[in-house]
């Protein structure tokens, strides 16, 4: 056989796999699309006004699921309550100032306080140039660059004083500091962290807030309430303790009018 006289070698034909496979990739791509607009048009009315379907579903679903309640008082959810008495510890450790807005255990535990009838006298520090007020009456024991204040009638006391600190410093540096050393302090006790939050005084420093409660393994309890200030390379605290529960309310509110009465 000659070459002139070969069989042509016939074109090739496309693959019918091929066609089917676009076809199916059309029909997914039109679903995709019909899916997107119908979605569009549903979710719509749940952030504009515009309301194509005239279904009024938002207004349906909040009467079913009231969001904007569970926000406005997360307590109402079911199981928030339990939830937070089985991971607030938790939560607080990871996060600091979460129990801001969160209910504690010292403060509806104990009685609403009155803490701007406590008579309050002026103290001028000897080895710091502080002035702040302290409970009229209390006895006074002084240190260098530090004072405590005693409470004649109970076990309260507080302890103020002014220590150096390194140039960008925050308050919740040291009050985290100061939580691990108590932590320790308590040992084989249970301690718990109520409070840990910023706070704003008067004078504009660094503020950060912190409350304790803890029970020895001896079962004694005691409640802290520690306020870090920090100026430049000042840090001046404030560190409120005592053992009864029902005056810690008074005292957490007390340690804020001494802190705002506190002068350079």
């Known amino acids: 056989m000659t070459i002139d006289s070969a069989t042509p070698i016939p074109a090739s034909q496309p693959k019918k796999g091929n066609c089917f496979l676009w076809g199916c990739l059309i029909v997914l791509l039109l679903i995709f699309v019909t899916v997107c607009c119908l979605g569009s048009l549903i979710f719509l009315p749940f952030f504009t006004d515009f309301n194509p379907l005239g279904f009024d579903l938002k207004n349906q679903i909040e009467e079913l699921i009231p969001f904007q309640d569970f926000l406005d008082d997360p307590s109402q959810i079911p199981g928030f309550d339990q939830f937070l008495d089985e991971n607030l510890d938790t939560l607080l450790e990871e996060v600091p100032g979460f129990v801001e807005s969160t209910p504690n255990a010292l403060m509806p535990a104990a009685p609403a306080s009155d803490a701007h009838s406590v008579p309050l006298e002026t103290y001028t520090g000897s080895d710091f140039p502080a002035t702040f007020s302290y409970p009229a009456g209390w006895e006074i024991e002084t240190e260098d660059y530090a004072v405590t204040f005693y409470d004649p009638d109970s076990y309260t006391y507080l302890f103020v004083g002014e220590d150096q600190v390194d140039e960008g410093t925050t308050a919740m ?92």
């Open 173 to 264: 540096q040291i009050s985290l500091e100061v939580k691990e050393a108590l932590m320790e302090e308590a040992e084989e006790g249970t301690f718990r962290v109520v409070e840990n939050a910023p706070y704003y005084p008067p004078t504009g420093d660094d503020a950060y807030l912190s409350a304790y409660e803890w029970t020895d393994s001896d079962g004694y309890f005691i409640w802290a309430f520690e306020l870090e200030t920090v100026n430049g390379d000042s840090n001046l605290f404030f560190f409120f303790s005592g053992e009864n529960p029902d005056d810690a309310a008074l005292y957490r509110d007390l340690i804020e009018i001494i802190a705002d009465s506190y002068r350079r």
